[in-house]
């Protein structure tokens, strides 16, 4: 089974960046499309972005295009979120997915991991 496990997450200010990582301390990512959503407090979960399983394809939700980028390293078994420029309405629980196919729906990914928290402060 695939258990994403994701980390990263803190506090940096308005225009700084971080970097978040998603590993699976289960079976490897190969194969499996890996996603990333994201809640803000009182908020729906909305996706972030996302990369094919060969990493030919990325998507991204609007708002973040530009100032976010995705990468795999099948080798370690790690899909990274670069976020750079980060604005204070990017706060939210960062949620790593997995499935079969880079899908923007929420439903079509199987695996969640439980999220690391993005503050990004004034």
């Known amino acids: 089974q695939v258990q994403p496990v994701e980390s990263g997450g803190g506090l940096v200010q308005a225009g700084g960046s971080l970097r978040l990582s998603c590993a699976s301390s289960?079976?490897?990512?190969?194969?499996?499309?890996v996603g990333w959503f994201r809640q803000a407090p009182g908020k729906e979960r909305v996706f972030v972005g996302g990369?094919?399983?060969?990493?030919?394809?990325?998507s991204f939700e609007d708002s973040v295009k530009g100032r976010f980028t995705i990468s795999r390293d099948d080798g370690e078994n790690t899909v990274y979120l670069q976020m750079t420029r980060l604005k204070p309405e990017d706060t939210a629980v960062y949620h790593c997915v997995v499935g079969g196919r880079l899908t923007q729906e929420a439903k079509k990914y199987v695996y969640w991991g439980k999220g690391t928290l993005v503050t990004v402060s004034l």
């Open positions: 990369i094919s399983w060969d990493s030919r394809r990325t």
């Open positions: 289960g079976r490897t990512f190969s194969y499996y499309a």
